[in-house]
Protein backbone atom coordinates (compact mmCIF):
# COMPACT_ATOMS: atom_id res chain seq x y z
CA UNK A 1 0.00 0.00 0.00
CA UNK A 2 1.51 3.27 -1.00
CA UNK A 3 1.11 6.08 0.92
CA UNK A 4 1.81 9.90 0.26
CA UNK A 5 2.16 12.38 2.84
CA UNK A 6 2.71 16.21 1.07
CA UNK A 7 3.72 19.22 3.10
CA UNK A 8 4.70 22.50 2.54
CA UNK A 9 1.78 24.45 1.18
CA UNK A 10 1.22 27.79 2.32
CA UNK A 11 0.40 31.73 1.80
CA UNK A 12 2.88 33.22 -0.32
CA UNK A 13 2.88 36.86 -2.37
CA UNK A 14 3.24 36.84 -5.79
CA UNK A 15 6.38 36.27 -7.27
CA UNK A 16 7.34 34.42 -4.18
CA UNK A 17 8.84 30.53 -4.18
CA UNK A 18 8.03 27.57 -2.31
CA UNK A 19 8.81 24.02 -2.05
CA UNK A 20 6.29 21.43 -1.44
CA UNK A 21 7.55 17.66 -0.10
CA UNK A 22 6.07 14.71 -0.74
CA UNK A 23 7.43 11.89 1.32
CA UNK A 24 6.52 8.27 -0.10
CA UNK A 25 6.10 4.95 1.68
CA UNK A 26 5.00 1.54 1.63
CA UNK A 27 6.99 -0.39 -1.17
CA UNK A 28 10.04 0.72 -3.34
CA UNK A 29 9.60 2.51 -6.12
CA UNK A 30 12.47 2.06 -8.32
CA UNK A 31 9.65 1.19 -11.71
CA UNK A 32 7.43 4.17 -10.64
CA UNK A 33 6.61 7.78 -11.85
CA UNK A 34 5.94 10.19 -8.93
CA UNK A 35 3.88 13.69 -9.58
CA UNK A 36 2.07 16.69 -8.85
CA UNK A 37 -1.46 17.63 -9.66
CA UNK A 38 -3.26 20.83 -8.56
CA UNK A 39 -6.52 21.81 -8.10
CA UNK A 40 -8.01 25.15 -8.14
CA UNK A 41 -11.64 25.66 -6.60
CA UNK A 42 -14.38 24.25 -8.84
CA UNK A 43 -11.98 23.33 -11.31
CA UNK A 44 -10.44 20.30 -12.64
CA UNK A 45 -7.78 18.64 -11.16
CA UNK A 46 -4.40 19.29 -13.74
CA UNK A 47 -0.78 17.83 -14.19
CA UNK A 48 1.66 19.66 -12.68
CA UNK A 49 4.95 17.94 -13.22
CA UNK A 50 5.91 14.50 -13.06
CA UNK A 51 9.66 12.45 -12.22
CA UNK A 52 10.55 9.00 -12.89
CA UNK A 53 12.19 7.43 -9.85
CA UNK A 54 15.00 5.75 -11.49
CA UNK A 55 16.52 7.62 -13.59
CA UNK A 56 14.77 11.77 -13.05
CA UNK A 57 13.40 11.80 -15.79
CA UNK A 58 11.44 15.06 -15.47
CA UNK A 59 8.46 16.89 -17.57
CA UNK A 60 6.26 19.78 -16.93
CA UNK A 61 2.80 21.10 -17.79
CA UNK A 62 3.04 24.22 -19.94
CA UNK A 63 1.69 26.58 -16.93
CA UNK A 64 4.79 25.53 -14.97
CA UNK A 65 7.50 25.21 -17.45
CA UNK A 66 10.88 27.69 -16.44
CA UNK A 67 8.99 28.13 -13.06
CA UNK A 68 8.65 24.77 -11.20
CA UNK A 69 10.81 21.84 -10.58
CA UNK A 70 10.57 18.86 -9.53
CA UNK A 71 13.02 16.18 -7.71
CA UNK A 72 13.15 13.37 -5.89
CA UNK A 73 15.69 12.24 -3.06
CA UNK A 74 16.25 8.38 -3.19
CA UNK A 75 17.13 7.85 0.71
CA UNK A 76 14.82 10.23 2.09
CA UNK A 77 12.02 8.82 -0.40
CA UNK A 78 10.67 12.15 -0.90
CA UNK A 79 9.91 14.13 -4.14
CA UNK A 80 10.36 17.67 -4.30
CA UNK A 81 8.55 20.65 -6.00
CA UNK A 82 10.38 23.34 -6.54
CA UNK A 83 7.59 26.85 -7.25
CA UNK A 84 9.37 30.07 -8.32
CA UNK A 85 8.05 33.01 -9.70
CA UNK A 86 4.61 32.15 -8.52
CA UNK A 87 1.13 33.73 -9.14
CA UNK A 88 -2.11 34.17 -8.01
CA UNK A 89 -3.20 31.73 -10.80
CA UNK A 90 -0.99 28.75 -9.00
CA UNK A 91 -3.36 29.24 -5.81
CA UNK A 92 -4.69 25.77 -5.55
CA UNK A 93 -4.51 22.54 -3.39
CA UNK A 94 -1.30 20.46 -4.65
CA UNK A 95 -1.65 16.72 -4.65
CA UNK A 96 1.35 13.87 -5.09
CA UNK A 97 0.74 10.71 -7.09
CA UNK A 98 2.89 7.80 -7.85
CA UNK A 99 1.92 5.54 -11.01
CA UNK A 100 3.19 1.91 -10.89
CA UNK A 101 4.25 2.64 -14.38
CA UNK A 102 6.16 4.97 -16.33
CA UNK A 103 5.03 3.98 -19.76
CA UNK A 104 1.06 3.59 -18.87
CA UNK A 105 0.74 6.38 -16.09
CA UNK A 106 -2.11 5.30 -13.98
CA UNK A 107 -1.25 7.29 -10.88
CA UNK A 108 -3.15 5.26 -8.72
CA UNK A 109 -2.34 6.86 -4.95
CA UNK A 110 -2.69 9.86 -3.82
CA UNK A 111 -1.79 12.02 -0.80
CA UNK A 112 -4.60 14.06 1.12
CA UNK A 113 -3.38 17.56 -0.65
CA UNK A 114 -1.07 20.86 0.57
CA UNK A 115 -2.73 24.10 -0.09
CA UNK A 116 -0.95 26.63 -1.68
CA UNK A 117 -2.35 30.49 -1.55
CA UNK A 118 -0.84 33.14 -3.79
CA UNK A 119 -2.00 36.85 -2.77
CA UNK A 120 -1.50 39.67 -5.50
Known amino acids: QVQLVESGGGLVQAGGSLRLSCVASGRTFSNYAMGWFRQAPGKERKFVAAVTWSDGTTWYGDSVKGRFTISRDKVKNTVYLQMNSLTPEDTAAYYC?????????????WGQGTQVTVSS
Open 97 to 109: AASSSTVNLDWRS
